[in-house]
């Protein structure tokens, strides 16, 4: 019986250092302290390598935290593990999705662009589908394509005509239309575009780093994400 008591013993103190290193993870997550909280995440996985469960969220905070601290690539790397080594998690679609954002947020579009094509054929009917496609298209925009940025637009329209972002994407649709045929600099579409997201007007203007700036301050890329 004593044996027994102490094994269970064991194995409840166990448990409680577990629950504890992880309480301690989040609370520093929480807290902004992200760096800190990447170390108490990547030890809780080393103690842990069997509880897939805890391994996916601290893989995903992971990706988080190196995104708030401007990681970009480092953000993707974790993300990516997590969709292709726990592909059963519930949090493995957004953690791929969230891996085109790190490209997206990088700079990088010539590989987010892929990143997100792949997960819109992949999971065509979910949100993830139709935020990807989205910058896609804000991609193609930036990269003054707007012939595709157009027809990308169109499309989220036409196959999303529920969803919140079908709106923008008509206005942005018909705007890109129009940018093909005017001077890069034209002070009336500028404007239009800044009228249904802040910050376009700026990339139209080929202001990109203001334009970033506008665009992820007034809350658009946190409905993205």
Known sequence: MKKISAGVFIILTACGFSAAQMDF???LFKQGEYYRAITEYERHIFRHPENREDISLCLYRIGESFLKGEKWFDAA???KKL???YPENALAVKADYMAGVSYYRSGARSMAIPHFKKIADKNPSTDYA???RYFIALA???DMDWKESEKEFAGISSDYPLNPLAVKSAKLSSMAAEAETL????PALSGAFSAVIPGMGQLYSERYRDALSAFLYN????YLT
């Open 25 to 27: 993870a989040e609370h």
């Open 77 to 79: 790397d974790s993300f």
């Open 83 to 85: 969709a292709a080594d």
């Open 130 to 132: 139709v935020k990807g």
């Open 140 to 142: 193609l925009a930036e």
């Open 183 to 186: 001077p890069s600099k034209s």
């Open 219 to 222: 809350g658009i890329l946190g």
